[in-house]
């Protein structure tokens, strides 16, 4: 009796160790389930923006086939470039869509700025992918060679955007490098399928 008994624990065990390694349930189920990011990607995309536009700092912009046709434009002029991302509403967007603003005022005729409402992506097409932008307010300067000189995800200041447009147009004193000021505070992230604002050449 006692030997039936060892026996049939013994095989309890062994079916309990197979179970264990081999798992339970649809066996075609993924053993882990990833986790969201913080960042939402653009609804409606053909492929969600990776990384930050600080990443494409000193890289040469190439439009899209869905890029503006100005924005085409002024790449292939060799014309400096601001273009701003934002959304309506948020301290921040309405902050640093102010500062760019005024220094479009500063700096026309030098510079063509592009002003885009994030919620607005037929206005913008595919830009907020090359710029790899996912997070509003989002400045992004492009020099006379088409790359990129400085660029924001988040708060920035108005003295820190002259900066990078002084060091895109050569134009300005001094080729001092500007702090690369980014925030998280009131920075906000949407989904898109919005629009811009256009060009002020």
């Known amino acids: 009796m006692t030997r039936i008994l060892k026996l049939t624990a013994t095989v309890l065990i062994l079916a309990l160790v197979v179970f264990i390694f081999t798992g339970c349930g649809d066996s075609e189920a993924p053993a882990t389930t990833p986790t969201r990011t913080s960042k939402t990607s653009k609804s409606g995309s053909a492929s969600a923006s990776t990384g930050q536009p600080e990443d494409l700092i000193g890289q040469v912009v190439t439009p899209g086939e869905l890029s503006p046709k100005d924005f085409i434009r002024s790449i292939e002029s060799r014309r400096p470039i601001v273009v701003i991302f934002y959304i309506s509403g948020p301290y921040d967007d309405n902050q640093v869509r102010s500062s760019v603003l005024s220094l479009q005022n500063k700096f026309r005729g030098q510079v063509d700025f592009y002003d885009y409402l994030y919620t607005d ?8 992918i090359i710029l ?3 997070t509003t307010p989002t400045v992004v300067i492009i020099n006379k060679e088409a790359k990129v000189q400085r660029a924001w995800s988040g708060f920035v200041d108005s003295k820190s955007i002259e ?6 147009t050569g ?3 001094g080729s001092g490098i500007s702090t690369n000021t980014t925030g998280s505070s009131g920075t906000s992230t949407g989904t898109s399928t919005g629009s811009g604002t256009g060009t002020v050449r």
């Open 121 to 128: 992506g037929q206005k913008f097409g595919d830009l907020s």
């Open 132 to 134: 790899k932008v996912s």
């Open 163 to 168: 900066q990078g447009i002084c060091e895109a």
């Open 171 to 173: 134009s300005c004193g």
